[in-house]
């Protein structure tokens, strides 16, 4: 008998490999949909920052400027927004809440940083993160001013989560108050919020929660 089979061929080894495989298995079913939702996110920030560069005409192939930078932040802020939205209309507790925001917001600061400056320091993209979190939490309680996602009457009402974003979009190209630019944001957005199916993703997070450290 080889030295391999002496060794993980016993049936201590089998159970121990068995016991691990069930560990994973767990793992994945706990924390696969809070991964799921975290992509979705981070993937439809950056497919509307690169359709944002014809409305804004950035080139999306070149270095990124700061505005650009911002725009991108800005697109993760209103999302992380509604999906703490959806969590409440979901009726996540406030545990719950806290639960969601502790594993995604530092996974989409991370994710934020490293789209642009991977390379840098990591005391630097440090620094950047602990920005990016404050800023978010400057972001959340500017959007929780909005009573919904978007008027019919008023579609650039700044009072609505929609026109709130894409006055602040069009306000990083000092365009702020052009109804052109703004209803071009507006339309990106409601396009990507149908597409991005936000409450499927929150309701398999909703089946797994209670699970989560």
């Given at each position: 008998m080889s030295l391999f089979n002496k060794v993980f061929g016993t049936p201590e080894a089998r159970q121990v490999k068995r016991l691990f495989k069930?560990?994973?298995?767990?793992?994945?079913?706990?924390?696969?949909p809070l991964g799921a939702l975290g992509r979705a996110i981070a993937e439809t920030t950056w497919v509307v920052w690169q359709n944002l560069g014809t409305v804004f005409g950035f080139?999306?192939?070149?270095?990124?400027?700061?505005?650009?930078?911002?725009?991108?932040?800005?697109?993760?802020?209103?999302?992380?927004?509604?999906?703490?939205?959806?969590a409440v209309?979901?009726?996540?507790?406030?545990?719950?809440?806290?639960?969601?925001?502790?594993y995604l917001c530092?996974?989409?600061?991370?994710?934020?940083?490293?789209?642009?400056?991977?390379?840098?320091?990591?005391?630097?993209?440090?620094?950047?993160r602990n920005e990016f979190l404050e800023k978010l939490n400057e972001a959340e309680i500017?959007?929780?001013?909005?009573?919904?996602l978007v008027s019919e009457?008023?579609?650039?009402s700044r009072s609505t989560l929609i026109g709130r974003f894409g006055g602040h979009a069009a306000a990083l190209w000092e365009r702020e108050g052009d109804p052109v630019a703004?209803?071009?944001?507006?339309?990106?957005?409601?396009?990507?919020?149908?597409?991005?199916?936000?409450?499927?993703?929150?309701?398999?997070v909703a089946a797994v929660i209670d699970a989560v450290d």
């Amino acid at each position: 008998m080889s030295l391999f089979n002496k060794v993980f061929g016993t049936p201590e080894a089998r159970q121990v490999k068995r016991l691990f495989k069930e560990a994973r298995a767990h793992v994945d079913a706990t924390y696969g949909p809070l991964g799921a939702l975290g992509r979705a996110i981070a993937e439809t920030t950056w497919v509307v920052w690169q359709n944002l560069g014809t409305v804004f005409g950035f080139d999306k192939k070149q270095s990124p400027s700061e505005r650009e930078i911002l725009l991108l932040y800005e697109l993760i802020y209103f999302f992380c927004h509604l999906t703490w939205r959806t969590a409440v209309a979901n009726r996540f507790s406030n545990a719950h809440i806290a639960k969601l925001q502790t594993y995604l917001c530092p996974l989409l600061a991370s994710t934020a940083v490293d789209t642009f400056c991977l390379h840098w320091p990591e005391e630097v993209k440090s620094k950047i993160r602990n920005e990016f979190l404050e800023k978010l939490n400057e972001a959340e309680i500017d959007y929780s001013e909005c009573r919904g996602l978007v008027s019919e009457s008023d579609p650039l009402s700044r009072s609505t989560l929609i026109g709130r974003f894409g006055g602040h979009a069009a306000a990083l190209w000092e365009r702020e108050g052009d109804p052109v630019a703004e209803l071009a944001v507006g339309t990106e957005m409601i396009r990507a919020f149908s597409d991005m199916k936000l409450k499927s993703l929150v309701t398999d997070v909703a089946a797994v929660i209670d699970a989560v450290d």
